[in-house]
């Protein structure tokens, strides 16, 4: 007889994209990405961090001041770098993120191909960003879905 104590692919996928946000140096939004195909093959992941050859000790972490002496000129979000690492066509694909995309992400998921995103958290929910891309995916089609707080222990 089987085991009954397995996950679902949600849980799975989801337990990628979280594990992959543990890369992250960020010290206050840690956020993963795992885009799937429609064979529930992982084709991509990523991470929020900065750039390649970008030095994690000589560009700010800060949130507040002065633009350029704080993370967000400098920070590649974990979808586009999911997107970006990924040698396959993302056409139909799913993307689980562990926070729901931004409106510059939403762009780049649009243009992917992806056709689903999985969420677990929606912290942003009503902001001017999370409205527009709520708005672009609504208008281009694709489906998102929150799930709930995922149960995940690695056991030996």
Not at 133 to 151: F, H, P, Q
């Amino acid at each position: 007889m089987k085991s009954k104590n397995y996950i679902s692919w949600d849980e799975y996928f989801m337990g990628v994209a979280l594990l992959s946000s543990y890369r992250s140096k960020d010290p206050n939004t840690k956020v993963g990405a795992c885009i799937v195909n429609q064979n529930k093959r992982i084709i991509g992941i990523g991470y929020n961090g900065f750039p390649r050859g970008c030095s994690d000790d000589l560009y700010p972490w800060e949130r507040e001041g002065e633009f350029l002496e704080t993370k967000y000129p400098y920070v590649v979000h974990a979808e586009p770098n999911a997107i970006l690492n990924s040698t396959n066509n993302l056409e139909g694909a799913t993307l689980y993120v562990s926070l729901f995309p931004c409106n510059e992400c939403m762009k780049l998921i649009i243009q992917s191909g992806i056709k689903e995103i999985v969420y677990l958290s929606d912290k942003y929910d009503q902001t001017p960003s999370d409205i527009a891309s709520k708005k672009m995916a609504d208008s281009a089609g694709i489906t998102y879905r929150k799930i709930k707080n995922i149960n995940v222990r690695i056991e030996n």
